[in-house]
């Protein structure tokens, strides 16, 4: 593990641990390869032995140790390599389904990239019904909710916006669990207003707009989101703390941020955590959600997001039961399911404080 986890688990957070570990939650940023844990590689690189990938537990424990961003972008490449077969999606999605059960996650939105797959000659069809099937099994198996967002690999360029929108609009392939639309991947270099298109076509086919911005770039990128891709929430959005109008906006119209603090380490987009423009966010009364992004590839996972924003804005159980419920709220849950959530979590946090 490194600093800033270690950091994260000091002082009074580490009184809250059994408290997060136990609270029911939302994740609502996190995506479907970057969840693939040592076990669940391990799993797949034995199923493709002609792979470079090691199966065994330590040796693979050292392969998920990043020695710098570019060394992480080849080990999630090399993930990516083991998702050859609609069976190879499905038990990805299942065995993921579990991990977030493992925490207490109720609902999930998990961020796929059908495009990777299908570029890769995995038949369309067959990869809708994978991950249907697997949301399925994890619903009744485990208890979790999963929903799709559908996200365009920015860096892939227009003809993966196409294809992705295709994908999400087809009322032959569109998987019932599909609730919203994406963009990923590089902001640098790969402006927002081009996708416009694409977002408007997913918008009017029904789905959410959920794009990734202000990652790596200023609070101009947000505002694009917002004005050219109709964003309902922002994939993390670090950068709207150089910009209170935004802010302001952001808090007004109730649009949620998807903070996934240890990736903003991890990825460079802020420095250290204690820099973390979290504390403007919520002062500014941004609608904050804590997330966990790629955990296994950051070494994190939900759980310890939470004790990380916990000891950032001074939370004690009933300020992480309201983070817990902010992403009730900024969910595409209908009415009766986040009533139900939300009464979850309260009732659990009444019980933990009455004990
Ligand atoms: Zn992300």
């Known amino acids: ?18 408290f997060i570990a136990g ?12 969840s693939a844990s040592p076990r669940i590689v391990s799993e797949l690189a034995a199923r493709h032995p002609d ?25 999630y490449l090399s993930v990516v390599d083991l998702i050859r077969t609609p069976e190879d999606v499905r038990l990805l999605t299942y065995e993921v389904a579990r991990e977030l059960a493992r925490q ?5 939105e998990l961020t796929i990239t059908p495009f990777s797959s299908t570029r890769r000659g995995i038949d369309e069809r067959a990869f809708m019904d994978a991950i249907e099937d697997a949301r399925k099994a994890a619903e009744t198996e485990f208890g979790t909710v999963l929903r799709w967002c559908f ?41 927002r207003p081009q996708f416009k298109p694409y977002f408007d076509r997913a918008i009017a086919a029904g789905l959410h707009s959920v794009p990734h911005a202000g990652e790596t770039t200023g609070p101009e990128t947000v505002w694009d989101a917002l004005n050219e891709l109709g964003a309902e929430r922002i994939g993390h959005g670090t950068s709207s703390a150089r910009d209170p109008e935004l802010l302001r906006h952001l808090a007004e119209q109730r649009i949620a941020l998807e903070v996934c603090p240890t990736s903003n380490i991890a990825t460079r987009a802020v420095t250290t955590l204690d820099e973390h423009p979290i504390k403007e966010f919520t002062r500014a009364g941004v609608l904050v959600t804590i ?33 817990a419920k902010n992403a009730v709220e900024a969910s595409f849950m209908d009415a009766a399911g986040k009533k139900r959530l939300a009464d979850e979590i309260d009732t659990y946090t009444a019980s933990w404080l009455a004990s």
């Not at 593990?1 to 059994?18: I, K, Q």
């Not at 990938?53 to 080990?75: C, K, M, N, S, W």
């Open 1 to 18: 593990m490194t600093d800033h986890l270690d950091a994260a688990t000091a002082g009074p957070v580490r009184d809250l641990h059994a």
């Open 23 to 34: 609270l029911p939650k939302a994740e609502l940023h996190v995506h479907h390869v970057g």
């Open 51 to 75: 792979s470079k990938v090691p199966t065994d537990p330590e040796a693979l424990a050292d392969y998920f140790t990043f020695t710098d961003f570019a060394h992480f972008i080849e080990v």
């Open 104 to 108: 207490q996650v109720r609902y999930a």
């Open 151 to 191: 996200d365009i690999p920015g860096e892939a360029g227009l003809e993966s916006a196409e294809e992705t929108a295709r994908l999400a609009t087809d009322d032959r392939l569109r998987p019932e669990g599909l609730v919203s639309f994406g963009l990923g991947g590089p902001e640098i270099g790969v402006p």
């Open 291 to 323: 997330n966990s992004d790629d955990p296994p590839m950051f070494g994190t996972d939900l759980n310890n997001e939470y004790a990380v924003a916990a000891r950032l804005l001074g939370l004690d159980e009933q300020g992480l039961a309201g983070l």
